[in-house]
């Protein structure tokens, strides 16, 4: 999706979208971030929550076992 958006690198990214260095790096190691940083992202990007995000299974089912 980056690609097609003309987006070559994750400081585009940060730039475009007015997130912090420190929520793409949880990005990228699959922690939590919150809606506001998901919604920044979502209107840069010009696309949906959904387009960016899934639901992973197991770690639903880990949390809720603690």
Known sequence: M???KGIKNRTD?????????NIL????KGEYISIESMS???????CDVGDI??????S???ESSK
């Open 53 to 58: 995000c899934m639901m992973n299974e197991k």
């Open 40 to 46: 920044k992202i979502c209107k840069a990007l010009a």
């Open 2 to 4: 980056l690609i097609d």
């Open 25 to 28: 790096a949880k990005l990228g």
């Open 13 to 21: 990214l940060i730039k475009m979208s007015g997130i912090s260095t």
């Open 60 to 62: 639903s089912a880990e």
